[in-house]
């Protein structure tokens, strides 16, 4: 088994472990949105664009919901007193 082949299963596993531990931590959300990224550059280094492609979109909807998630945690609301501010978080 190659270097790349090796990177590919360790990116793939790590999705796989941060995925089912996603409900305990917003920060394992955040880890799965990095193994997602890793898988997606695995997938463009092994010529398979469509499986980079996806991934990478994967990464993109995990960081969001990471985003979401320390939002939610950190209070719920998208603007700071945004009726009198008017200032985005």
């Known amino acids: 088994m190659d270097r790349l082949t090796l990177f590919g ?3 793939v596993c790590l999705m796989l472990l941060f995925y089912v531990l996603e409900h305990r931590s917003s920060w394992f959300v955040l880890c799965f949105a ?5 898988g997606s550059a695995y997938g463009f280094l092994q010529g398979a664009w469509p499986f980079g492609l996806v991934e990478g979109v994967w ?3 995990a960081l969001w919901r990471w985003r979401a998630a320390r939002r939610k945690a950190a209070g719920g ?7 009198t501010t008017g200032r985005r978080r």
Request: net charge negative.
């Open 77 to 83: 609301a998208d603007y700071d007193n945004a009726a």
């Open 9 to 11: 299963l360790l990116a």
């Open 34 to 38: 990095v193994a997602c990224a890793l």
């Open 59 to 61: 990464a993109v909807v």
